[in-house]
Structure formats: C-alpha cells, structure tokens
C-alpha cells in the first residue's frame, strides 16, 4: 500500500435492550495497515444489513459468534480489490466477504469469494444470487417442494420471502405470500408473480390465509413467527411441512413469548418442521448459483431491493428492517 488508507467504519458500542436504537452503534474512522504478503485489500461497493444481524448483538451463545462491544459488526458485502499481495486476486476483481459495515478492509484470500463474470447490479451479489436467495433455495430444497404445493411465505417481501416465492413458482406451485403494506401485497403479486397476497395488518392472519387457501397449504414458509406460525399450524393439511427459516415478530422482545397455542396440530396433521441455516448449504453454493443465476440471466428471477446510500445511514438501514421499510433485500451503497 502506497499510502495508509482511512476506512469508516460502525461498531457495536452497547447491546440493545428490546429494539435497537442509533445509540447501540457509533461510525469510526480507522486506519487500515499497510499490507502484509498473502493479503488483499478490498474497497466495500455494497454491504448487507440481515434481521438475524438483531441476535448477534446479544451476548448469548447463538449459532453464530455475538458481536464484540466495541469492534465493527461483520456481514455480507461486495467489494473491488484496490491493492493484493497475494497471487488469488489482482487490482479490479470482484469479491464477496463477511467484511460488511465498513468501507476498507484487509483480508486473506480464503476470506474473499470471487464473482465471476458479474451481473449487474452487483448488489444482487447480496440479494437473489446471494446469501438471501441460497437460503431461500435451501429452505424450498430442505423440505422438497414440488410442483403442486401450495405454498404460504410470511414475510414474503422481505428478501428471503420474495425469492423464495419467485422459485417456488418456477418449480410449479401456487403461492400466498402475506407482507406489510398494500404496496408490497401489490408488488408480491404484479412483480413477483404470486397468486395471492395479503396485508397481515388489515385483520387476521388465519382469516386471511382461509380466504387465500380454502382447501389448506402444503408448505409453509416461515420468516415471521408468532401469529403467522400459528395461522399455519392450522391451515397446513395432512404431512404439511414448515421451513423454519427466520421469526423477526420476536427478535426484540425482551422476554420470550409463550409458543404457538395449537402446536398440537404436528402430531394430529403428522407436519414436519425444520430448521434452516444458511451456513448448513455453503457447500452446494455452486450449485445454486448455477441454477438461480440462470433464472436471474433469463429473467424469469427478479432482484427485489431497497438500496440507503453511505455508511452513515447504515444504522438506519438495519432498524428499518423491524418497521418494515425495506421491499425486497436492504443493501447500503458505499461509494
């Protein structure tokens, strides 16, 4: 490095109690050190903001490590090698990594994924050829839906929701998504493609989704928890399944709420639940780029997302993933 270059940067400055506040976060400038052999050096383009990013701010153990008090918070971004030392990468590559929340950083190759011939946006890095859509094409894989399944997805604009509703499509099922706005109940249908929708706070859930699907679902989607579990659990017919992906209704209580009050519908109907993280799939990640990314090419995939300029507005990015501000995946532009 020619000369030393200053990065920002946003740390984690204390742990929130219930919903995160601008107050938990503070934006630093740090000076990067100049390289060592064997490393890259990569300037930040976009950066992820994730609703499971919330519980890594918790001191608890988790499947993942929690956030250190006064270090920057790590998640996905796409970058461009400014500078290398090490034989993998050259000046102007692409590259994906764990390095989020900051603009700069330095790194060893086998911490950098290279993106081969790009599509624009590069973003989509983040959002449907990313982390997001691999969980989405996981969840649909882990519980094998097939053409014919009726499918429920909460939190279906969300970024692993409207992905995960868009394949589900493409293998030939019937699609309710159910979102937060009438804007994106209109966007789930006339962007999406899916075959109904529904505004989960103009009345029930389970009235709703009864509306929707009369005759029951086969498969449900859940990134919500809660009261959308719980609508399921009583819609799913005989051997449904349920893709327990996410449940950002209750990722800032701060006291566990009771469980679902018809959880006995598992054993009556014979469901099956289980869990997904995306960390279990990294290694078929070839294979889902070489199958969504056809989609994406064709495109018969759309790329849903909210992009927040700088850094600086990062933290307001993330919190507004709990308010609902974000149609598809929520990315910041860094440059």
């Known amino acids: 490095m020619t000369t030393p270059l200053t990065s920002r940067e946003i740390r984690l400055t204390s742990r929130p109690q219930g919903l995160p506040t601008s107050a938990n976060f503070t934006l630093a400038e740090t000076t990067l050190a100049p390289l060592a052999e064997g490393q890259v050096l990569v300037r930040n383009l976009f950066m992820s903001v994730d609703p499971y990013m919330r519980g890594r701010m918790n001191a608890g153990k988790s499947y993942v490590p929690p956030f250190q008090i006064g270090q920057p918070l790590e998640g996905g971004a796409i970058g461009e090698v400014v500078e290398s030392r090490a034989n993998e990468f050259k000046p102007g590559d692409l590259v994906t990594s764990r390095y989020g929340w900051r603009e700069a950083f330095v790194a060893a190759p086998k911490e950098l994924r290279a993106v081969k011939n790009p599509l624009a946006p590069l973003s989509v890095y983040l959002g449907a050829l990313g982390m997001t859509g691999l969980t989405a094409w996981a969840g649909l894989n882990l519980v094998d839906v ?19 509703g868009q394949l589900a499509k493409l293998r030939g099922c019937r699609v309710i998504g159910s979102a937060g706005s009438a804007e994106k109940v209109l966007s789930l249908r006339d962007d999406c493609g899916f075959d109904a929708a529904f505004n989960y706070k103009t009345g029930p859930t389970l009235d709703q989704l009864n509306r929707a699907t009369p005759e029951g679902i086969d498969v449900y989607f859940d990134n919500v928890g809660g009261e959308s579990l719980e609508a399921a659990l009583s819609t799913l017919r005989i051997h449904g399944r349920i893709i327990a ?14 469980g679902p009050a018809n959880l006995f519908n598992v054993t009556i109907k014979r469901l099956t639940m289980k869990g997904l993280i995306v960390g279990d799939w990294l290694d078929r990640q070839n294979e889902f780029e070489t199958e969504v990314g056809g ?14 300029a700088g850094i600086d507005h990062a933290v307001d990015a993330f919190l507004g993933l709990f308010s609902g501000k974000n149609l598809g995946k929520m990315v910041v532009k860094l440059t």
Do not use: H, M, W
């Open 146 to 164: 097939k053409a014919g399944d009726v499918v429920f997805i909460s939190g279906a604009a969300g970024a692993v929701g409207n992905v995960a």
């Open 245 to 258: 992906c996410g449940g950002i209704s209750s990722y800032n209580d701060e006291k566990p709420k009771p």
């Open 295 to 308: 989609y994406f090419r064709s495109g018969k995939l759309k790329n849903q997302e909210t992009v927040v």
